[in-house]
């Protein structure tokens, strides 16, 4: 199975591509980022998120996506913006027909690191020894969108999705 992992935003949205072997292994397929530029309109940043999301799937194929929820507590201008690239990133898996799941900042660090109240680093090394890299990966985006997709393989399991 292959999930697709995405740490939504409008100016770093982060991507990571895991799959998980018939041996139960998780295996990093590709991260990375797609970026916009905040001197852009708008409507050409969203544009170009969609395009960036639906390239991805286009390339990969990905049995499901796992998209995380948005926790803002004080910035509203900032979750507005992000909701934005969100709802484009939802629309984006939608029109390519890619299962979605959502999940809360605290249930990616629950599922990753086993406390939902993980810091950064300590998810981030956690990423990197689930997928045995060598290095954590980078950027902070592409590392938290990785987690997301294992999150989401680790979901998929326990709910018995694909199963015949």
Partial sequence: MLTLGIDPGTATIGYGLVRETNDGALQAVDFGVITTLPQQPMWERLKQIYEGVTALVERYQPDHAGVEELFFARNVTTAITVA????????????TGVPVAEYKPNMVKQSISGYGGAKKPQMQEMVRILLGLDSIPRPDDAADALAIAITDLHSLRYSGYGDE
């Fill in 84 to 95: 934005q690239g969100r709802g484009v990133i939802l629309l984006a898996l939608a029109m």
